[in-house]
């Protein structure tokens, strides 16, 4: 495919027609890094004059998402399954030209995501009936046109930009995922089964109790910072909340030149974190952090 000049989708741009123009910008760069954005009504494609005119192109050098009825819109019978979306039809036109994207599990996450919602799925999540789904992208894509009305250019770029975020974080969780798979250290104290491992993911962390570990130990193996979290919920055997505090007192004994923080919430222990720039390493190994924690909570 030569290089692309225009990207048309439909006014007041969706999850679906803004992942699709998302898809093409930041994973087929050499065809659509530099494509500006038009929009048609619904269903419409742009025509000669327009692109003429407004955008100095042809089009042939066009390419619809999500609108006119071509490659990469789905509105059209033959196209209609509740596992196709526009979205799903640009990342199949990756996958085509871009082999290894195949293998971008965020990637795939994002666009089952995106196709879900475009086919209104999401009344079938736990809970949906709950407020805290208005949170989701979709809806703050939909929320955006109450604010910015009829600012299709502002609603595409703040679209763009959390599915940026979005990517990150999901490619972070899932090299958090086979990070703890393959050095995550299981060991037990009296509240239940914890977690120590080394690396600069603190991802590793959240993920790891969201899998049920009671308490998580992270050392990064780079920069020397340990993190210690227990689970919000983490109880002593006798039902009592569980916290850190006597491992506070004895670390605080034990590694004096390192900079440590107590959190109230006495479920943290932290030994630098990317919102406190004057701090110092713990010279304590993984295994002594561990050794100790096991000494007092056994």
């Known amino acids: 495919m030569s290089q692309r000049k225009l990207l048309v989708t439909h006014h007041a741009p969706d999850l679906d027609a803004i992942g699709s123009v998302w898809l093409f910008k930041r994973f087929d760069p050499l065809n659509y890094a530099d494509a500006k954005v038009a929009f048609v009504d619904p269903g419409d494609k742009i025509s000669l004059e327009d692109c003429e005119k407004n955008y100095n192109c042809q ?59 475009d086919h209104f799925n999401e009344i079938n999540w736990a809970e949906a ?3 805290r789904f ?8 939909h929320g955006h046109e109450f604010v ?6 502002s609603q595409l770029n703040f679209g763009l930009e959390a599915l940026d975020y979005a990517y990150a974080a999901l490619t972070q969780r899932y090299s958090a995922k086979e990070t703890i798979k393959k050095k995550g250290q299981e060991f037990n104290i009296n509240i239940g089964l914890c977690l120590a491992i ?29 993190r210690i979290k ?8 006798d039902g009592s909340s569980f916290d850190l505090k006597k ?10 030149s390192a900079t440590w923080f107590y959190h109230a919430s006495g479920k943290m ?24 924690i096991k000494k007092i909570y056994s």
């Open 247 to 256: 491992l506070e007192e004895a670390i605080s004994q034990l590694d004096q």
């Open 230 to 237: 227990a689970r919000p919920d983490s109880k002593n055997p």
């Open 59 to 117: 089009l042939h050098e066009v390419t619809h998402v999500d609108t006119g009825l071509g490659e990469f819109d789905h509105h059209q019978v033959e196209r209609a399954a509740p596992n196709i979306s526009a979205s799903s039809l640009v990342y199949d036109y990756i996958c085509k030209h871009y082999p290894d994207k195949k293998d971008d599990q965020a990637l795939a996450a994002v666009v089952k995501h995106i196709t879900e919602i």
């Open 269 to 292: 222990l932290l030994n630098g974190s990317s919102g406190w720039r004057q701090k110092k390493a713990s010279k304590l190994s993984l295994k002594q952090v561990v050794d100790l």
């Open 134 to 141: 208005t949170f989701s992208l979709h809806s703050l894509i």
């Open 148 to 153: 910015n009305l009829h600012n299709d250019q």
């Open 129 to 131: 009936k709950e407020d």
């Open 198 to 226: 080394e690396s600069g993911n603190d991802d590793t962390i959240k993920l790891a109790q969201i899998q049920g570990y009671q308490l998580v130990v992270r050392k990064d193996s780079e920069q020397g910072f340990i």
